[in-house]
């Protein structure tokens, strides 16, 4: 059994920064056999990808419309994974949701396991 729960969700304005945590409560595997993934939807839209990470954090990757302005990081003593919003615009107005799976995939079925999400709103 995975449990995740997001937070560090809000109202921020155009050109600010938000951190966003997931922390990680699971009864079998340990959180570093999982890879972390980060997605988002806005109203109206499809689910989609935003990041990231492997296990041990080696690897990353971005979905273009974050890159540069987005990083996302872990730290398994914590059994947490962070999402590091740089530069917002209302375009990023969406919920957030962290996700653990496998292995590294842009991909939201490569996912089995999702939290309930955390609104971010970004004003102009």
């Known amino acids: 059994q995975v449990q995740l729960v997001e937070s560090g969700g809000g109202l921020v304005q155009a050109g600010g920064s938000l951190r966003l945590s997931c922390a990680c409560a699971s009864s079998g595997r340990t959180f570093s056999t999982y890879a972390m993934g980060w997605f988002r939807q806005a109203p109206g839209k499809e689910r989609e990808f935003v990041a990231t990470i492997s296990g041990i954090g080696r690897h990353t990757y971005y979905a273009d419309s974050v890159k540069g302005r987005f990083t996302v990081s872990r730290d398994n003593a914590k059994n947490t994974v962070y999402l590091q919003m740089t530069s917002l615009n209302p375009e990023d107005t969406a919920v957030y949701y962290c996700?653990?799976?496998?292995?590294?995939?842009?991909?939201?079925?490569?996912?089995?396991?999702w939290g309930q999400g955390t609104q971010v709103t970004v004003s102009s």
């Open positions: 996700a653990a799976g496998p292995l590294t995939s842009y991909t939201g079925s490569s996912y089995s396991h």
